[in-house]
């Protein structure tokens, strides 16, 4: 099956800077590969996704690279705001195998 | 963006006992999904069901769980004996027939097995 991996475990930024969480994965059919952002004790919610024949996706301070030669993909976040602190999962599609999680915490 | 729901919120059973857990989707949809989260942990795919039997099964949904659709409407998740390690969120998902790939999630489910 599909093995996702997620870098780092743990991200600490100043408010204002930019975050960055990377993921790779095995499978090279996967095909599909969303964000999720987790805040505490809710649920997991789509932020951003993108689809194999693209490269990259902006939505305002939010971006998705993905490298479908090297089987890695990147979530940036850019101007950082306290809100932004949750855990973020990675994912790769066929069928939906999360990453273990990245929970930043943004320091105002 | 889909609505779905879970009930109940919170679970709390006895070892051995059977749940159900129970995912009401708002619209129509296509796919349905079951995943797990262990308090800490990341989230576990466990089962897609769609046109009313099961499409994939991780190696977690063991013969102690089972899902169906009973009435076409609600999708639920039944653990027959429970064990403590089935403690976890449990959370639904559902894939809308227009957006390809787009899982929705519900609130979840926290079962708590003492």
């Known amino acids: 099956g599909e093995n996702v991996e997620q870098h780092p475990s743990t991200l600490s930024v100043q408010e204002g800077d930019s975050a960055v969480i990377k993921c790779t994965y095995s499978d090279s059919a996967s095909n599909y590969f969303p964000w999720y952002k987790q805040e505490l004790g809710k649920r997991p919610q789509l932020i951003i996704d993108?689809?194999?024949?693209?490269g990259e996706k902006k939505d305002q301070r939010i971006a998705v690279t993905l490298n479908k030669t090297a089987k890695h993909f990147s979530l940036h976040i850019t101007e950082t705001q306290p809100e932004d602190s949750a855990v973020y999962f990675c994912?790769?599609?066929?069928?939906?195998?999360f990453g273990t999680g990245t929970s930043l915490t943004v320091i105002p | 963006e889909p609505e779905v729901t879970q009930t109940p919120s919170h679970q709390v059973t006895q070892m051995g006992q059977e749940v159900i857990l129970r995912c009401v989707p708002i619209s129509n949809h296509l796919y349905f999904y079951w995943y797990r989260q262990i308090l800490g942990q990341k989230v576990e795919f466990l089962v897609s069901?769609?046109?009313?039997?099961?499409?994939?099964k991780s190696e977690i949904f063991d013969d102690q769980f089972s899902v169906e659709r009973p009435d076409g409407s609600n999708f639920t998740l039944k653990i027959r004996s429970t064990k403590l390690e089935d403690s976890a969120m449990y959370f639904c998902a559902i894939q809308n027939r227009a957006s390809y790939n787009e899982q929705f999630f519900g609130p979840g489910t926290r079962l708590t097995v003492l």
């Open positions: 993108i689809r194999s024949n693209v």
């Open positions: 994912a790769a599609v066929n069928q939906f195998y």
């Open positions: 069901f769609y046109n009313n039997e099961i499409s994939e």
